[in-house]
């Protein structure tokens, strides 16, 4: 459920929402097919080879794995993040009002109180601080230069949903793998692989 203070986004009626409700209606998967031994992108109309692995957690659809080229996958991560609930800003500051004389906590700080019907208040407005964080980790070989493995995770801030989500990325060049992970706030998660090779390449 999406709560109150998320508004749909405009752009939800992209193309991967349109294929996403399509395939579920039909119940029809989009084929994957091979051209010399290489699998091909799933996109429609690309001749790419799929070089990544994209499985979609999204909120409220049914899990899709897609084989994509790597410029499809980066297309469908943006799709798939634009297709969420867009994050309301608040307008109004929190204000508590307690009743001074019983310390009855009100919704309201004019009409009396109704357990004391006493009219003094102590009113509290108050601000909301949130810390984000994130962190890389690098493994390095000794007496070798460069990294082996690097990891990045933590907060993530998502200008298209205007909203904080986890992300985790992975580059592994001695096992030669690429892995990112992005979790939304309401509840979403992408996971991409690929050879670091076809990543980077």
């Known amino acids: 459920m999406i709560p109150k203070a998320y508004q749909l986004n405009p752009e939800a009626s992209t193309w991967l929402n349109r294929r996403i409700r399509r395939m579920s209606r039909t119940g029809s998967r989009a084929t994957t097919h091979t051209i010399a031994g290489v699998t091909a992108c799933e996109m429609d109309n690309c001749q790419g080879e799929a070089t990544h692995v994209a499985v979609l957690t999204l909120t409220g659809e ?3 794995t897609w084989q994509v080229c790597r410029e499809h996958d980066r297309q469908l991560k943006l799709a798939a993040v634009r297709s969420r609930a867009q994050v309301m800003p608040l307008t109004e500051e929190p204000v508590l009002a307690q009743c001074l004389n019983c310390g009855q906590a009100l919704e309201d700080a004019n009409p009396p109180c109704p357990i004391c019907g006493s009219r003094d208040r102590a009113i509290t407005i108050g601000d909301l601080a949130t810390v984000h964080e994130a962190v890389r980790l690098r493994t390095k070989r000794a007496g070798k230069g460069g990294w082996i493995v ?9 200008r298209d949903l205007s909203a904080w989500g986890r992300r985790e990325l992975t580059l592994d060049g001695e096992q030669n793998r690429y892995r990112e992970v992005i979790e ?3 509840g979403s998660r992408i996971v991409s692989t690929a050879k670091l090779t076809d990543h980077q390449g």
């Open 62 to 64: 049914t899990e899709e």
């Open 150 to 158: 690097q990891i990045d995770t933590g907060d993530n801030y998502t």
């Open 184 to 186: 939304l706030y309401e």
